[in-house]
């Protein structure tokens, strides 16, 4: 598969356990947030997004947090397994920006059995 | 097809060749992005397609790169004398809506430039 990665931070972490992974944005007025995953030889997948009116949003497993104040995004992900091993994503969306969505460095997240 | 639909999945050239890169989008979606990932980095914009217009083309590293989507479907990354360093996976995406929202990318085309 790809050696992504070589310049990535790396979140080890046992099954089971919760992961949180962390994101700094740069653009303050960035309005909308999303996290994507990734795994080797992969498009990006959509896990879960959140708007700026809101500083916490759940999904299955999965919990996003934004702290506008310092422009921090989280991503909590409960009971982590194998198959969450991956690179995980932030990106931001901002009226300056138009449509597209302006993607973070990535962290890679393994997951040992 | 259910999702976005990208060939070729790799493509090695010489340098100083041209190549295309073509993207399916999901049927219906309005919205049209292509980014530029190198390895162990995140994926960089190079341009967005609103139907058939090419609104915002900021990203584009040089113009030796061009992308089209004359009927607003099917769209093609064009990459004239191919260099090095433009090495990397070309992802395209696709989004129902108009304003910042989920985009749903597809597979990636790996280019390797020897």
């Known amino acids: 598969g790809e050696s992504v990665g070589l310049h990535l931070p790396t979140l080890s972490v046992q099954e089971g356990d919760n992961s949180i992974i962390n994101c700094a944005y740069s653009n303050s007025a960035s309005d909308y947030f999303i996290w994507y995953k990734q795994e080797s030889g992969k498009g990006p997948q959509f896990i879960i997004d959140i708007r700026s009116n809101m500083d916490k949003r759940q999904g299955q497993r999965v919990t996003v947090l934004l702290n506008k104040t310092v422009k921090h995004l989280s991503l909590q992900i409960a009971a982590t397994q194998p198959g969450d091993s991956a690179v995980y994503f932030c990106?931001?969306?901002?009226?300056?920006?138009?449509?597209?969505?302006?993607f973070g460095a990535g962290t890679i997240l393994r997951v040992k059995s | 097809g259910a999702g976005v639909s990208q060939s070729p999945r790799y493509k090695v050239a010489k340098r100083g060749q041209d190549v295309a890169l073509r993207c399916d989008p999901i049927s219906g979606h309005v919205s049209l992005f292509w980014y530029q990932q190198a390895l162990g980095q995140g994926p960089e914009f190079l341009t967005y397609f609103q139907n058939e217009a090419q609104l915002d083309k900021s990203g584009l590293p040089s113009d030796r790169f061009f992308a089209e989507r004359p009927e607003g479907s099917v769209s093609t990354l064009k990459i004239q004398r191919t260099q090095q360093e433009d090495s990397a996976v070309y992802l395209c995406?696709?989004?129902?809506?108009?304003?910042?929202?989920?985009?749903?990318f597809g597979e990636g085309s790996r280019l390797t430039v020897l």
């Open positions: 990106a931001e969306g901002a009226r300056e920006y138009g449509n597209k969505l302006v």
């Open positions: 995406a696709s989004s129902l809506v108009i304003q910042p929202g989920e985009l749903f």
